[in-house]
């Protein structure tokens, strides 16, 4: 039975009384209760001070996993996350080999012992790590062993909410299994998943469906969908509607998409608004983008700047354009400007 004074410093929480809801929760933990320090951890996050949440975290048996993700998602310490995921795990904290699995599978570096750690997770029973080895197939473009990791994690447990259909689904259309993916589609919209219609949108837009695919992106726009601006924006692009595209690719800017800049660039130059395209071209290679490259060099040649191009030679090549990419530098034309 959870004790009073901890349901009590719960329902505080949930009504935003954080201050109290600490006072209640700090005199439980002080006496022992049971739960007090996980949602005390809570009250701390919400007040914007993980590092005490993290801190509270290390002090108590069986949360080391917690206090991983603490300082992995919210702190920003990977360091510190690595030492106490490893610690989850030597505990065989539950989910614990699956969630540091994911963790280390976010840096090239270790993408082995992401692997290793997966497949430890799944031979476990672990749904999530299936649809993690899916993910980390995707990203190796190969769909085919990615829809077999992820039909599997989806058959041995319900994973209503998580991102497993989606991925499926994206396996499935990269496979060329069109109608499959409609219908996964159509599931994850139907279950409500996070960035479902998004998604499904780009895949409508690729199919010829343009109407449906345009209620698809305003629903993901309505749901505040992760990178809906910026696809929004592309899609209006495509059809030559550019004017409308710059309001949600300049929020898209905003919302930190620097795969933005480079569309932005594009349209100021075919408005002949130069150092406009300009900026936006800078700023996009500045985030590592080797098209914007082509781009820029593209619009100074527009601009009688043709012998400013040899500069941008050293950014191709540091964002890994091959030889024969460095040859064409000065030669390159985009489809928005013809």
Not at 72 to 81: M, Q, S, W
Not at 122 to 127: H, I, L, T, V
Not at 269 to 275: G, P, T, Y
Request: hydrophobic residues 45%; contains cysteine; glycine residues 8%.
């Amino acid at each position: 039975m959870i004790p009073a004074a901890v349901r009590y410093g719960e329902k505080l929480f949930f009504l935003d009384d954080h201050a109290k809801a600490e006072i209640v929760l700090r005199e439980a933990l002080a006496r022992g209760d049971e739960g007090a320090q996980d949602w005390l951890c809570d009250v701390l996050i919400a007040t914007e001070r993980p590092v005490e949440a993290a801190l509270l975290m290390e002090e108590h048996p069986n949360r080391a996993l917690r206090a991983a993700a603490i300082w992995a998602d919210i702190v920003g310490d990977r360091e510190r996350a690595d030492e106490w995921y490893r610690k989850a795990v030597d505990g065989d904290e539950p989910g614990a080999l699956n969630d540091y699995g994911a963790f280390l599978s976010e840096d090239d570096a270790r993408l082995g012992e992401a692997e290793e750690l997966l497949r430890r997770a799944a031979e476990r029973g672990d749904a999530l790590a299936y649809s993690n080895l899916g993910a980390m197939e995707l990203d190796r473009g190969d769909p085919e062993s990615a829809a077999v990791w992820l039909r599997k994690g989806l058959e041995i447990e319900d994973q209503a909410g998580s991102t497993a259909v989606l991925r499926l689904a994206d396996a499935v259309e990269r496979i060329g299994d069109l109608e499959a993916a409609r219908v996964l589609y159509d599931r994850a919209v139907a279950e409500d998943l996070e960035d479902a219609y998004l998604m499904r949108a780009r895949f409508l837009a690729d199919q010829g469906e343009a109407d449906a695919a345009e209620a698809d992106f305003q629903a993901g726009l309505a749901r505040d969908e992760e990178g809906a601006h910026y696809y929004y924006g592309e899609f209006l692009v495509a059809r030559d509607r550019a004017d409308e595209a710059v309001g949600h690719l300049h929020q898209a800017v905003e919302d930190g998409s620097d795969a933005a800049h480079e569309l932005l660039g594009l349209i100021h130059q075919k408005n002949h608004a130069f150092q406009a395209a300009e900026e936006h071209f800078k700023e996009s290679i500045a985030a590592g983008w080797l098209s914007a490259v082509y781009a820029y060099a593209e619009m100074l040649r527009q601009e009688g700047r043709g012998a400013e191009v040899a500069a941008l030679a050293a950014d191709a090549e540091r964002l890994g354009a091959t030889p024969g990419r460095l040859r064409e530098l000065t030669g390159q034309r985009n489809e928005l400007t013809g």
